[in-house]
Antibody, heavy 119, light 110 residues
Framework: QVQLVESGGDLVKPGGSLRLSCAAS????????MSWVRQAPGKGLEWVSY????????YYADSVRGRFTISRDNAKSSVFLQMSSLGADDTAVYYC????????????WGQGTVVTVSS | QSALTQPASVSGSPGQSITISCTGT?????????VSWYQHHPGKVPKLLIS???TRPSGVSSRFSGAKSGNTASLTIAGLQAEDEAIYYC??????????FGTGTKVTVL
């Protein structure tokens, strides 16, 4: 079945770095844009970044631009989020989400991976 | 890149209909038809309810419907049920090719 499985969440010190991974299965990976969405404790959902199927076009939210890098490995049906200069505001559950055939909708979500930034 | 504005909470009795608004600008909600809605039960994964303003994915109840007028989108839940108690988010796609979520609305079934 269609599935997204995130990994890589951890406790990291302020200023540190972390790389999240999302393994996709059950669909033709290259046909879809992929995205990361996060939810800080007690807060709402926040879009972070998306990448086109080819990986050639990428967009970031203002809050992470210059610190986070999204990438994908189509041969391994995986998408990644490299995070650096992490601060307390980056503490959140990070979800990997697929942008569906209707471009503007996140139709499949992973279960999320927890990133905690604390000294 | 400001969050879209939703009411913090909406409540209704079982069987009633409720409507959640999502207000943006001419640079996001008013810019195109890429408005979607999500249901999020705490501790679970967000679920897509509506895409393209008013399209329901397969498997989503017909009790959920969407609309848009100008810079404001709306989600209506008809025949409110206990299982509808959750947080609902709208999403828009901006003129800068970015996504923006709404602030979220907690729906309470009285």
């Amino acid at each position: 079945q269609v599935q997204l499985v995130e990994s890589g969440g951890d406790l990291v010190k302020p200023g540190g770095s972390l790389r999240l991974s999302c393994a996709a299965s059950g669909f033709t990976f290259t046909d879809y844009y992929m995205s990361w969405v996060r939810q800080a404790p007690g807060k709402g959902l926040e879009w972070v970044s998306y990448i086109t199927g080819s990986g050639r076009t990428i967009y970031y939210a203002d809050s992470v631009r210059g610190r986070f890098t999204i990438s994908r490995d189509n041969a391994k049906s995986s998408v990644f989020l490299q995070m650096s200069s992490l601060g307390a505001d980056d503490t959140a559950v990070y979800y990997c989400a697929r942008l569906g055939r209707s471009f503007g909708a996140f139709d499949i979500w992973g279960q999320g991976t927890v990133v905690t930034v604390s000294s | 890149q400001s969050a879209l504005t939703q009411p913090a909470s909406v409540s209704g009795s079982p069987g009633q209909s409720i409507t959640i608004s999502c207000t943006g600008t001419s640079s996001d909600i008013g810019f195109n038809d890429y408005v979607s809605w999500y249901q999020h039960h705490p501790g679970k994964v967000p679920k897509l309810l509506i895409s393209d303003i008013n399209t329901r994915p397969s498997g989503v109840s017909s009790r959920f419907s969407g609309a848009k007028s100008g810079n404001t989108a709306s989600l209506t839940i008809a025949g409110l049920q206990a299982e509808d108690e959750a947080i609902y988010y709208c999403t828009g796609y901006t003129v800068s090719s970015l996504f923006v979520f709404g602030t979220g609305t907690k729906v309470t079934v009285l």
